[in-house]
Structures are given as structure tokens and as C-alpha cells.
């Protein structure tokens, strides 16, 4: 076999398993709990979402948000998010979005999911003809959650965002933890954040987790058991510190960190959410390519490189 056809024949076959990539994006179908935590950060942070992935998004998605000024963190890093990506190489408007896209304060009656009411907020919100495109709904916690027993914490909130599912089975309802408050593991608002994460993982829902994505700073370290605060102070007894400051002031604004509006917070902290719900967003668009698969790809297109190669040296030295 000649080198030109070699060539040949393993473009094809890497064009062979992207597309059977962007196949698996199509067809997605949740089958298990979708969690956006700091494991998910830095999948945005280093651009490991194809572009496609995002446009599709923003054109499936019509997303209904309501919070108070807690949840705004998320939204406010995700406005300042594209001037940062496209300042560093990035593709000129890709996380730029409208109000199709995320509609905003969308359930004003009510402040947040602290506030009674919430669930029929909602209700009223889906069964507006004017808002009939919705298929996500998501609201956040300010400080309430940590005022929740483990009954009530069913009854205020699992058990109606479950009746919610139920009724509007075309609807995706994002579940989201409260934010740390500095009451560290022994906390009642660690108990009750465990109680979502558990309900979430064992009756595959989705879950944007606010506490553990403050819990952790972008390199990984764990801070979640120094009595973490949402100003991303934190304190273990012997040491203490903030680890938004700290690893700003280490690292190079603008081109690894932002500055964004994140209220009673740091704008890593802020950056970090916005990182963790882009990814989200791609997930519930139907994003199927974990990097895992995506490694694996190249490495099998690495292997039939060399493998095609080292026959057709074979053939050639035998000529």
C-alpha cells in the first residue's frame, strides 16, 4: 500500500470516529444522575467542549432561572465569561447568550427556593402559552437550606421538585445544594446538601452542586472540611485563608482567572460556577463526549497510525 493511501485511509477512518461522536451527541438519553461539581470545572475552563457542542446548546436550551443574590453568581460569571474566553484564543461570541437562551429572573413572585411558594411559581410560569419553549427550570438556595430538618427538607423541596418532574415530564429540573456557610462537615447544612446529593445520584436527577464547587479551589485542593465559607474564607484551627484570593494572587488575571460581579464572594469562586454550568448545559443539550472517550479516540486513531504505517514499511522493505 502506498504512503499516500496510508494517509489516506487513517483520515478516514479519525473522520469515522468523530462522527460516530457527534452521533452519540445526538442520540443522548439520560440514563443515570447528571452532577456539575469541580470535577466539571476545568472540562470548560480548558475548552474540552467542541464548539458545536455549545451552539447547540443555546439553540435547544430555554432555560427559566429564578434566585436571589446568591444564585446570581452563576449568571453574573457567565455574562463576563465570553470577553475572557475570546481574550485568550477563544471563538468570538460562543458563550454569549440571550434571554431565549436563559431567561432570568424568570419567577419574580418569588425570591428563590428558600421562599414558600416556589413550586407554584413555577407552575405558573410553565402553564404561561408565552413560555411553552421552557425544558429547564432551575432555581437556587440563598442561605435556607441549612434552616431544613431531614423531613423537611423532603417535604419543603424533594417532594415538590419530584411532583414538578411528574407534571411536566418534558421539563428538566435542575436540584441545587445550598451554598457552605462555614459550619464545616458536622454542619446541619453539609446533612442536608448530602441529603440532595444522595436523592440526586439515587433517582438520577440533575444537580448543579453550588456547595462543592465552593469547596475546592481550580487545582483541586479540598477545603470543604475547614470550615469553608461562601466568601471562600476558610479556617481548620491552625491555619486559615481564602482560597479565591490566594490563588488570584498567585495566578495571572485574564488569563487564568476573570473578574466577574459574584456577590458575597470572590470572582474565582464565581468563575468556577460558570465553568460548571456551561458544562451542564452541554449535558442537558445531550452531550454524550467525556474526555475519557474522547482519549480514547485518539488513541485508537494513534495506534491505526502506527500500525498502518509499520505495514506499509513492511510491504516496502519486502519489494
Request: with cysteine; net charge negative; proline share 2%.
Amino acid at each position: 500500500m502506498k504512503r499516500k493511501n496510508v494517509l489516506l485511509l487513517v483520515l478516514l477512518l479519525t473522520s469515522l470516529i468523530l462522527i460516530f461522536q457527534v452521533k452519540s451527541v445526538l442520540s443522548a438519553s439520560f440514563t443515570e444522575s447528571v452532577i456539575a461539581n469541580h470535577s466539571t470545572v476545568n472540562i470548560v475552563r480548558y475548552n474540552q467542549i467542541p464548539d458545536s457542542v455549545i451552539i447547540n446548546a443555546k439553540n435547544t436550551l430555554h432555560i427559566a432561572y429564578q434566585h436571589t443574590s446568591h444564585g446570581s453568581q452563576i449568571t453574573d460569571a457567565m455574562s463576563a465569561l465570553p470577553a475572557f474566553k475570546e481574550g485568550n484564543g477563544g471563538t468570538a461570541g460562543l458563550y454569549a447568550y440571550n434571554s431565549s437562551f436563559l431567561h432570568d429572573y424568570a419567577m419574580p413572585s418569588v425570591g428563590d427556593v428558600g421562599y414558600p411558594g416556589w413550586d407554584d411559581a413555577t407552575r405558573d410560569y410553565l402553564d404561561d402559552s408565552a413560555n411553552s419553549d421552557c425544558n429547564v427550570i432551575m432555581w437556587s438556595w440563598c442561605g435556607q437550606a441549612s434552616s431544613q430538618t431531614e423531613q423537611s427538607m423532603i417535604d419543603y423541596y424533594l417532594a415538590p421538585m419530584t411532583l414538578l418532574e411528574s407534571e411536566y415530564p418534558d421539563v428538566m429540573f435542575v436540584y441545587m445544594t445550598g451554598h457552605v456557610d462555614g459550619t464545616g462537615l458536622e454542619g446541619n447544612l453539609h446533612l442536608r446538601n448530602e441529603q440532595i446529593r444522595d436523592y440526586c445520584t439515587d433517582n438520577n436527577k440533575i444537580l448543579f452542586d453550588f456547595a462543592d464547587i465552593e469547596s475546592y479551589d481550580p487545582d483541586g485542593n479540598y477545603y470543604g472540611d475547614k470550615y469553608v465559607t461562601d466568601n471562600c474564607g476558610w479556617n481548620d484551627g491552625v491555619d486559615s485563608g481564602n482560597w479565591a484570593l490566594d490563588w488570584q494572587a498567585s495566578h495571572t488575571e485574564n488569563v487564568d482567572w476573570y473578574s466577574c460581579s459574584c456577590a458575597h464572594s470572590q470572582a474565582l469562586n464565581g468563575n468556577q460556577k460558570a465553568y460548571a454550568i456551561w458544562w451542564l448545559w452541554a449535558k442537558l443539550s445531550g452531550w454524550e463526549v467525556t474526555i475519557t472517550e474522547g482519549l480514547a479516540s485518539l488513541s485508537l486513531a494513534g495506534f491505526l497510525v502506527i500500525s498502518l504505517i509499520s505495514i506499509s514499511a513492511k510491504k516496502k522493505h519486502k519489494k
